[in-house]
């Protein structure tokens, strides 16, 4: 049986602008890359405060790998739980206040992991209508009732939980939101969770680094201990530059993945270098809170320009600053345009957003330059 009929759904997805491509990469993580054999200005990174490249970070990494070599080979509970893997999660428990952490291989792989070993059919889990795509898997993958509320909507989060009799309830919900970079309102989340006997996940991958004096994330940027917050997720690949994901939390959630998470009993460990290196990052991070007040700094910095411009921005406090464009087709034009003067910037189009909120998501780093931020105005004042 050959794949013609594939075809056919493949120059569909052309012709409504929804085809996405692969672009080569051929530098490091840096505002100024080169892609496919051209020099472009990129605002599409998540490495957020500039650690991915860092030389200490780098230094780190190369040690490690000196002295572990280079993969986990094996699992955790196997053979592959190193000494450079138990330092970091150690140090993440103490960053996030947590009695204890749990180093996963992606972030997509904690969210699938930590849902799925606390629920089944005789639970439910409610999730917001703008959750990344690995918390609403991790949900329909559990084979608990799965409800979406309203995005960020403590009241009809309200109104769900109080129609379910199920065994667990878990709330779900991204602490920064990856394509509005707008942020949950955890304070208000968690007192209906708190009212309804329910658990509340958040996963803060964008927040990490970003939010809170020290880089805590949303659990800091809201002062959330770990009884109004109770399973705490990160992933290692943004604000921290580095790779991996963790959960954090109790000792009894820990260990309960452990046991049933499998995700993580069923995969070899991150490379015990990446580890080593993240310790690195954790504590740049921690210090260097430059990177922090750079980085809003910028923020603000574009926000107002592309108020002069006229230009249609989410609420967003983060790095992440999407320009709304609508139409799918126009959003590629507009990258495009963008792209043949030099700037590098995604379409993000449906289905990873809503059909017709089509836009330009514009990430933000430490590593950028106000003059870098400039020139991509005076681009967009071309475009727009």
Same mark, same amino acid.
């Given at each position: 049986?050959?794949?013609?009929?594939?075809?056919?759904?493949?120059?569909?997805?052309?012709?409504?602008?929804?085809?996405?491509?692969?672009?080569?990469?051929?530098?490091?993580?840096?505002?100024?890359?080169?892609?496919?054999?051209?020099?472009?200005?990129?605002?599409?990174?998540?490495?957020?405060?500039?650690?991915?490249?860092?030389?200490?970070?780098?230094?780190?990494?190369?040690?490690?790998?000196?002295?572990?070599?280079?993969?986990?080979?094996?699992?955790?509970?196997?053979?592959?739980?190193?000494?450079?893997?138990?330092?970091?999660?150690?140090?993440?428990?103490?960053?996030?206040?947590?009695?204890?952490?749990?180093?996963?291989?992606?972030?997509?792989?904690?969210?699938?992991?930590?849902?799925?070993?606390?629920?089944?059919?005789?639970?439910?889990?409610?999730?917001?209508?703008?959750?990344?795509?690995?918390?609403?898997?991790?949900?329909?993958?559990?084979?608990?009732?799965?409800?979406?509320?309203?995005?960020?909507?403590?009241?009809?989060?309200?109104?769900?939980?109080?129609?379910?009799?199920?065994?667990?309830?878990?709330?779900?919900?991204?602490?920064?939101?990856?394509?509005?970079?707008?942020?949950?309102?955890?304070?208000?989340?968690?007192?209906?969770?708190?009212?309804?006997?329910?658990? +509340?996940?958040?996963?803060?991958?964008? &927040? /990490? $680094?970003?939010? *809170?004096?020290?880089?805590? @994330?949303?659990? !800091?940027?809201?002062?959330?201990?770990?009884?109004?917050?109770?399973? +705490?997720?990160?992933?290692?690949?943004? &604000? /921290? $530059?580095?790779? *991996?994901?963790?959960?954090? @939390?109790?000792? !009894?959630?820990?260990?309960?993945?452990?046991?049933?998470?499998?995700?993580?009993?069923?995969?070899?460990?991150?490379?015990?270098?990446?580890?080593?290196?993240?310790?690195?990052?954790?504590?740049?991070?921690?210090?260097?809170?430059?990177?922090?007040?750079?980085?809003?700094?910028?923020?603000?910095?574009?926000?107002?320009?592309?108020?002069?411009?006229?230009?249609?921005?989410?609420?967003?406090?983060?790095?992440?600053?999407?320009?709304?464009?609508?139409?799918?087709?126009?959003?590629?034009?507009?990258?495009?345009?963008?792209?043949?003067?030099?700037?590098?910037?995604?379409?993000?189009?449906?289905?990873?957003?809503?059909?017709?909120?089509?836009?330009?998501?514009?990430?933000?780093?430490?590593?950028?330059?106000?003059?870098?931020?400039?020139?991509?105005?005076?681009?967009?004042?071309?475009?727009?």
């Amino acid at each position: 049986m050959s794949f013609d009929d594939l075809s056919a759904e493949l120059e569909l997805r052309k012709q409504q602008s929804l085809y996405r491509s692969r672009r080569t990469l051929q530098t490091a993580q840096q505002p100024v890359v080169q892609v496919d054999g051209r020099e472009f200005l990129a605002f599409c990174s998540n490495d957020y405060l500039g650690l991915a490249n860092h030389p200490e970070v780098i230094k780190s990494f190369q040690q490690a790998a000196n002295k572990y070599g280079v993969g986990g080979g094996a699992s955790h509970l196997v053979n592959g739980h190193s000494q450079a893997h138990h330092d970091l999660e150690e140090a993440l428990a103490e960053f996030t206040g947590r009695p204890k952490v749990l180093l996963f291989s992606t972030g997509y792989m904690a969210n699938i992991g930590a849902v799925n070993a606390l629920l089944d059919k005789r639970d439910a889990v409610l999730q917001d209508r703008l959750n990344h795509a690995s918390l609403l898997d991790a949900g329909l993958l559990s084979g608990a009732r799965f409800q979406r509320y309203l995005h960020n909507d403590a009241n009809s989060l309200d109104s769900k939980l109080a129609k379910t009799e199920a065994r667990r309830k878990l709330v779900v919900t991204d602490g920064v939101f990856s394509m509005d970079g707008d942020v949950a309102d955890l304070p208000a989340i968690s007192s209906v969770c708190k009212k309804h006997q329910a658990w +509340l996940m958040v996963d803060d991958a964008h &927040g /990490f $680094g970003c939010l *809170g004096q020290q880089g805590g @994330g949303c659990a !800091e940027y809201f002062s959330m201990a770990e009884d109004s917050l109770q399973l +705490l997720v990160g992933t290692l690949g943004k &604000g /921290f $530059g580095t790779a *991996g994901a963790f959960v954090a @939390g109790s000792e !009894e959630l820990i260990e309960t993945l452990v046991q049933h998470a499998r995700t993580y009993i069923y995969t070899t460990s991150m490379p015990p270098a990446v580890a080593a290196a993240t310790l690195t990052s954790l504590r740049l991070l921690k210090q260097e809170t430059w990177r922090r007040e750079k980085l809003t700094a910028l923020i603000k910095q574009f926000r107002a320009g592309c108020s002069e411009l006229g230009l249609t921005l989410i609420d967003s406090p983060t790095p992440i600053q999407p320009i709304m464009i609508g139409e799918s087709a126009k959003a590629m034009q507009i990258s495009k345009a963008l792209e043949e003067d030099g700037i590098f910037i995604g379409a993000i189009r449906p289905p990873t957003v809503p059909q017709g909120s089509a836009r330009l998501r514009v990430t933000l780093s430490a590593a950028h330059t106000e003059e870098q931020v400039n020139r991509l105005l005076h681009a967009l004042e071309k475009v727009s």
